[in-house]
């Protein structure tokens, strides 16, 4: 305490800093503006991913790191059995997921996009209303559907008795045939109405006069939507199929709702998402099983950052268009 | 002739995917006020009446009230941060010209690219030697951490588009680096918080994934994490299920309701990333 009041004192006494000097120290407070946001990204954005770069180059026992065995994770996660077969299925799954999601969400979300474009009534309310399910947390998606497509007590089947369908009631999740689909048409569900919002806003973007041209020399209808609309808007189509790409790449949460951390039944909605977590924080036999994870985080990455990058690159290119 | 048939089919369609999109979220309000026998029998009809009895149960059998508070206070001190934090980056970034700006705003960008669950495992052990493991900290940090490169990228366009010369004579009429952030550039910004908040705050408030790895204490748990614990002890009595989804999704919904353009406009900003 005396030391406090000894020191206060002395700064007191002691000559003000010429002007120029304090405003250099005040020049220097200004990194200050940058560093918390520095110390939060490198420390546990940047650095955690450097690790787990690192991390897949060694040797793994529990939680402890090991000697160094260069690419061995890699190669044991691509040709040892079992990783190499579960490795194999999942990403397949993964690669359904991504086309079967084109298929659905972002054909219907495009179609969609092309209708609220035209003239109609209502647009507003139609994007408020197809914007919906995006607000749910996607565990609360799945388990509402896990509800819903209950084959017994689920609405799904009870609605199609109510209109005569009985035929094609089943346990769709319970099916390892119909399980995946099930999921893509629920994550479908989930992410139409942004899928649309994107597309309009690159429809939006097309001008008037491009259509007048197009009107005057004969062209309508369909014709037109092939051969105007469709390139014209590319870019919101490119950018909207690499977000539904990382997108698939990343699922974990709803499938980890609907059918459990093993992509019931049998691993036939098993993806790559839900087998880095069980080899991360599942006890797979061994405990060597991080190392095999983090290899599994490398390819992720890898496929990821770069689907990201292609998409910025698009990103910035319609940008520099307009 | 034709073209009334067409614009009927136009709006068809349309409603169609209206009541597809809507349909489920009624579903689930409706059967949350319906008894267990009611969900068996009617599933899709409106309940016989609203009585609140599945509401109190769920609020008291699960520590429902618990998550409603971790999750606000979560989701708030995690944007409060992330935009404080990024948007002086943002603004060191965009408005001094020192050499290394461009590398620096390059540098936040990578962050843009780089799927940050991936590094889960060592993100794990990180808390674990912190000893923040089981914490609510945990979250905020990783959220704020993950956030960043977005919202300096919202910003750092924001303030490009704002004329220099404001900042220039503000520091004329002598207020310091710190005075012109607060009182100039912070005021005019708030389409940009506006759009970095909405954005963040639903990824945050919804997030299952980092409260699923960081989280053991079930009172700890953030609302979609109470929904994992609901469907593990309760999985039979689906009154309580569907009444536990709703309450964990009303928060969103409300604010919804009351803000969908900021929503709409924000998210579509947000599709960068």
């Known amino acids: 305490m005396t030391s406090t009041t000894f020191d206060r004192k002395a700064e007191m006494n002691l000559p003000k800093p010429p002007a120029r000097r304090k405003r250099r120290i005040a020049k220097h407070l200004v990194h200050l503006f940058l560093l918390p946001a520095l110390v939060f990204y490198v420390g546990f954005m940047i650095y955690p991913i450097f690790q787990a770069l690192l991390n897949s180059l060694f040797a793994w026992k529990g939680l402890t790191r090991g000697p160094f065995i260069g690419l061995q994770n890699f190669v044991r996660l691509f040709t040892e059995t079992p990783f190499k077969e579960t490795f194999v299925r999942a990403l397949g799954h993964n690669v359904t997921f991504f086309i079967g999601l084109v298929l659905t969400k972002l054909v219907v979300a495009f179609i969609l996009a092309l209708l609220i474009n035209s003239k109609i009534r209502g647009k507003e309310l139609f994007k408020t209303l197809y914007f919906v399910p995006k607000l749910l947390s996607v565990i609360v998606v799945g388990f509402l559907f896990s509800l819903i497509l209950n084959p017994t007590y689920g609405a799904l089947n009870t609605l199609l008795a109510a209109i005569g369908l009985e035929g094609l009631a089943r346990p769709w999740l319970g099916d390892p045939h119909t399980a995946l689909y099930a999921i893509i048409i629920v994550n479908s569900w989930y992410g139409f109405g942004f899928a649309m919002l994107i597309f309009l806003v690159g429809l939006q973007a097309i001008s008037q006069e491009v259509y007048e041209a197009a009107r005057i020399d004969g062209a309508s209808g369909l014709k037109m939507i092939f051969t105007i609309t469709l390139p014209l808007a590319m870019p919101s189509i490119m950018i909207m199929t690499i977000l539904t790409f990382i997108g698939a790449f990343e699922t974990f949460e709803l499938i980890y709702a609907m059918q459990g951390n093993n992509g019931a039944p049998y691993f036939s909605t098993d993806v790559l998402g839900l087998y880095f977590y069980r080899l991360t924080f599942g006890s797979v036999s061994g405990g060597e099983s991080i190392g095999i994870g983090s290899a599994l985080a490398v390819v992720l990455l890898v496929l990821i950052s770069c689907a990201t990058a292609v998409s910025m690159f698009f990103f910035k290119r319609r940008e520099v268009e307009h | ?273």
């Open chain 2, 1 to 273: 002739m034709a073209l009334r048939l067409q614009q009927t089919c136009k709006y068809v369609v349309l409603l169609f995917f209206a009541f597809v999109s809507i349909y489920p979220i009624l579903l689930m309000i409706m059967s949350s006020f319906k008894t267990k026998m009611e969900i068996i029998t009617h599933p899709l009809g409106l309940p016989s009446g609203f009585s609140l009895n599945n509401y109190i149960e769920v609020w008291n059998k699960v520590h429902f009230a618990d998550y409603f508070v971790n999750s606000l206070y979560v989701s708030a001190v995690s944007v409060l941060l992330i935009l404080l934090v990024s948007s002086l980056a943002a603004f060191y970034i965009a408005r001094y010209s020192f050499r290394w700006s461009g590398f620096v705003l390059f540098f936040f960008m990578l962050g843009l690219m780089l799927p940050m669950r991936l590094a889960i495992s060592p993100l794990y052990m990180m808390m674990l030697k912190l000893k923040l493991l089981d914490t609510l900290t945990s979250l905020i940090i990783v959220y704020v951490a993950g956030h960043i490169s977005f919202a300096v990228f919202v910003f750092y366009g924001f303030f490009r588009t704002l004329p220099k010369d404001l900042d220039q004579s503000a520091r004329i009429d002598g207020c310091n680096d710190f005075q012109v952030y607060y009182k100039i550039v912070l005021p005019l910004m708030r389409p940009a918080l506006a759009t970095v908040s909405i954005v963040d705050l639903i990824a945050i408030w919804n997030d299952f994934f980092y409260p699923l790895i960081f989280l053991k204490s079930t009172e700890l748990g953030t609302i979609p994490l109470g929904m994992l614990t609901l469907f593990g002890e309760y999985d039979t009595d689906w009154n309580l299920l569907f009444c536990g989804l709703t309450l964990s999704s009303l928060p969103m919904i409300l604010a919804f309701l009351f803000a969908s353009r900021q929503f709409i406009e924000g998210m579509t900003t947000g599709a960068v990333k």
